[in-house]
């Protein structure tokens, strides 16, 4: 749907032939297939990282679920999340919560986080443009100005940073760090994405990707808790300092 609002704006301003769109949708079938495949990549390994954790994350993800049901946004036993009364007795035996039960956590809290973000104004910073273009497939790039003005810009913006943040730093992380470090939603996503950068932490996570096979999944799981930690701790810091001065990704990058 994303594509094809794109292609009908850039038809619509003269930088693509109506006759040409059905070919260029054709010639990006392998990429979307490929962007499928590295997105259930990282929902997987973001499952792992959260696994990896163990029981030690339940007051955590307790304190989450019940933010959630305070709200409106959660129903725990429709969605055969354990009560409070059950979460009790899984700390006392050390019992992690299941797979299937953190999938529905991590789903619930990026829905959540991309609602807030929208609401905010980080998808106004003009650091993402650059993650709006990468959104979208290679042969797209060409219509960059097009992108821009995409009725659905801010939400493309929502979708991909409430995935990364989820992804590499947890689901319960964006409520605890914005309490922790008292601020709002722009600044954390600010801060988040400045530690990334100044902290070449994607450099530090593709590079433990590359191990995949190569070293024992253990191992390469606590790289990955490594990196995740320094992000987690970068972004606390970052954060406070966003809150007080209100600025953006690319002045915090260039402070």
């Known amino acids: 749907m994303n594509i094809k609002i794109l292609l009908g704006g850039a038809i619509a301003s003269g930088h693509l032939k109506a006759e040409d769109r059905n070919a260029l949708l054709k010639s990006m079938t392998d990429e979307v297939a490929d962007n499928v495949l590295r997105h259930n990549y990282d929902q997987t390994l973001a499952l792992t990282l959260q696994q990896a954790e163990g029981a030690d994350a339940l007051d955590a993800q307790q304190a989450f679920m019940q933010h959630l049901v305070s709200i409106g946004k959660l129903n725990r036993a429709v969605e055969y999340l354990p009560d ?31 609602d807030e973000i929208v609401a ?3 998808p106004d910073d003009a650091f993402f443009e650059r ?18 003005g995409h009725r659905l810009r801010r939400d493309i913006i929502a979708t991909v940073l409430s995935n990364e943040i989820v992804n590499m730093a947890g689901p319960t992380f964006p409520d605890r760090l914005r309490a922790a ?30 191990l995949d096979l190569k070293i024992p999944a253990e191992a390469q799981t606590a790289l990955y808790q490594e990196i995740a930690l320094v992000l987690r701790r970068q972004t606390f810091w970052l954060a406070r300092r966003a809150a007080r001065t209100e600025t953006t990704v690319g002045g915090m990058i260039a402070a």
């Open 131 to 148: 993650m709006l273009v990468d959104y979208f497939p290679t042969p797209l790039a060409q219509f960059e100005e097009d992108m821009k």
């Open 181 to 210: 470090a008292e601020c709002d939603t722009a600044a954390m996503v600010t801060a988040f994405e400045t530690a990334r950068h100044v902290f070449r932490l994607d450099e530090a996570w593709k590079a433990v990707e590359a």
């Open 84 to 114: 409070d009364a059950r979460m009790a007795e899984m700390k006392l035996q050390g019992q992690p919560l299941s797979r299937p039960e953190l999938a529905v956590l991590t789903a619930y809290s990026k829905l959540e986080l991309f």
């Open 120 to 122: 905010s104004t980080a």
